[in-house]
């Protein structure tokens, strides 16, 4: 539980602190390794799940596919194995889920940023059937998954782009 409340807590200090703590924040890329390690090994833990491809989006946004590569070989893992983890996520959450609402929309946008950094990973996430689970996605998508901060069950803000946007934006790099 600690280990889920700290990503998130990271995951949101590197997307909304603004670009004067950019610069501070890059220190997080540190922790990438142990956050691939959640990634990986999350079998039955959607909450941490949910809460490291989430943070691992963030961080991407902080270095380029060359680090990102680095990282993932020196760790011992590789962009084939993070496809299959975020294809695992979109199979297993095949419907909206109130208890990790973000889940699928953290899972699309990771994809999104692997397959515009590095062309070669599109054949990975094809290979995947990820166009299939997007249209499961688009078909299932719950007004829910457009908030990011909730006051109890009702959500209060919303994400910049909606989830149907994003699996529109993911379907054409797979075309």
């Not at 079998?43 to 491809?53: F, G, V």
């Not at 961080?59 to 084939?80: G, P, V």
């Not at 059937?129 to 908030?147: G, I, P, R």
Request: with cysteine.
């Amino acid at each position: 539980m600690y280990k889920t409340m700290a990503m998130k807590i990271l995951r949101n200090l590197c997307a909304y602190a603004g670009r004067k703590w950019h610069d501070k924040l890059k220190d997080v890329v540190d922790a990438l390794p142990w956050i691939l390690e959640a990634i990986m090994s999350t079998e039955n833990d959607n909450k941490l799940r949910e809460a490291s491809i989430g943070l691992c989006v963030q961080i991407c946004k902080f270095i380029s596919i060359e680090e990102y590569t680095k990282i993932l070989r020196n760790a011992d893992y590789s962009m084939e194995a993070v496809a299959r983890q975020l294809l695992k996520a979109l199979e297993e959450n095949n419907t909206p889920n109130i208890t990790c609402s973000c889940i699928r929309r953290c899972a699309i946008e990771l994809a999104i940023w692997m397959m515009e950094s590095n062309a070669s990973s599109i054949s990975n996430f094809k290979e995947g059937k990820l166009e299939e689970l997007l249209t499961q996605v688009a078909e299932t998508t719950s007004d829910l998954e457009n908030f990011h901060i909730f006051s109890g069950d009702v959500g209060v803000a919303k994400h910049p782009q909606t989830i149907s946007s994003l699996v529109l934006k993911a379907k054409r790099l797979l075309a």
